[in-house]
């Protein structure tokens, strides 16, 4: 990955529990938002091939709606708050509280998008600014940017910067879902943290681990 | 199933060749481009999924010939050489190269013209016309060749299935 060091069990530890707290505050702000119960699911932290990457989005051909955004400052990298379709819908009819919302519906489309893109906003906001405070570094989002399609279209593009340097991603992803009551989630989504290969050993580092 | 036995899948920045009647496929195209160089006669197609215009871009020491156009397109070419496709018959068609966000660097954000371009120029080196194309917008798409019929077969995910 990195012509520095190798990556060793207890870096990607490290990154785990970056995924932890990230994705830990933008599960409160979420529930905060939807004033709903949210559960987070322990992060996984792994090296995969672009293909791959794909599948853990759920196969490149998929449709979803994601948010994107890039990484800036200190670290630079790429964000993806991946949610199904359905789940898009759900969230999006809890916060208008109107159960009759679909993004296949044209008319309803823009102000889906608008509030989806909001979401992003809230959600990679609060996971990058605890990012921020863990590691010290000045870190801040691009604006972040909503797309509704194939896992494939819209990853790849996310990749882009990094398949500059390697063919294969450390992905720090964390799985989110919304608690229904009995037993019942639903509303999930999945962020991924996609640092720059570069930016590992500035993370590393700031944590004092290398 | 006895479908998806004759469809060979090509992953991203990979590339591979069927004979027909095995089609090719690669799925979720973005701001990649997939180019399908093909001899219609010897009914041989190659499939690339290119996902960066130049391989001077590449900071790795390891290079993935099938990552870069300009190293995609000609290996992919020795390939079909390789089972039998003669050079002098080889056409292609290319779909992709899409702009699928808006922000970012400039430099990412235009990758998909500049994959589509890079794409252009190596056909236009090596002598292969474009037969059909369907490029750029901001949709993904999914294709699948089928050597016996020369048709690349497109589908997104707002706008349906055609063939070009």
Same mark, same amino acid.
């Given at each position: +990955? ?7 069990? +207890? ?19 979420l ?21 791959? +990457? ?35 819908n /759900? ?44 590691? /010290? ?34 992905v ?39 | 199933?006895? /479908?998806? /036995? ?34 219609p ?31 995609g ?13 003669r ?12 702009? +699928? ?29 474009i ?24 589908r ?9």
């Amino acid at each position: +990955m990195s012509d520095n060091f190798e990556i060793t069990n +207890m870096h990607l530890d490290i990154l785990k529990e970056i995924g932890n707290i990230g994705a830990g505050n933008a599960a409160t702000a979420l529930s905060q938002l939807l004033n709903q119960k949210i559960d987070m699911h322990v992060p996984k932290v792994e090296l995969v091939s672009f293909d791959e +990457m794909f599948e853990l989005a759920g196969g490149a051909e998929k449709e979803v709606a994601s948010i994107y955004l890039r990484i800036e400052g200190g670290i630079t990298g790429t964000m993806f708050f991946v949610l199904s379709i359905e789940s898009a819908n /759900q969230f999006i009819r809890n916060l208008i509280q109107d159960e009759t919302f679909d993004f296949h519906n044209v008319e309803q489309k823009e102000m889906g998008a608008s509030a989806l893109q909001e979401l992003g906003n809230i959600l990679s906001g609060s996971y990058l600014s605890s990012l921020s405070d863990f590691t /010290q570094l000045n870190i801040y989002p691009t604006v972040p940017s909503l797309a509704i399609d194939m896992v494939g279209a819209i990853v790849s593009f996310g990749l882009v910067e990094l398949s500059h340097y390697s063919d294969e991603v450390i992905v720090i992803n964390t799985c989110i879902t919304q608690d229904q009551g009995d037993g019942v989630s639903s509303f999930a989504g999945q962020f991924f943290l996609l640092p720059d290969p570069p930016s590992y050993v500035t993370i590393f580092k700031s944590l004092g681990v290398l | 199933m006895m /479908q998806n /036995q004759t469809v060979v899948r090509v992953g991203i920045a990979d590339m591979n060749i069927v004979v027909g009647p095995k089609r090719i496929r690669t799925s979720g195209l973005g701001s990649c481009v997939g180019v399908v160089i093909y001899d219609p006669t010897r009914k041989i197609a190659g499939l690339l999924h290119v996902m960066l215009p130049d391989s001077n871009l590449g900071k790795s020491t390891r290079i993935n010939v099938a990552k870069f156009a300009d190293t995609g397109v000609p290996a992919l070419v020795e390939m079909l050489k390789l089972e039998g496709a003669r050079t002098f018959s080889l056409k292609a068609k290319m779909a992709g190269g899409a702009q +699928m966000f808006q922000f970012g660097s400039s430099d990412t954000v235009r990758i998909g013209p500049r994959n589509i371009e890079a794409v252009r120029e190596q056909l236009k080196k090596l002598s292969i016309p474009i037969i059909a194309e369907d490029v750029g917008g901001t949709k993904g798409r999914t294709i699948e060749f089928d050597p016996e019929t020369s048709m690349l077969n497109i589908r997104t995910v707002n706008e349906g299935i055609k063939d070009i």
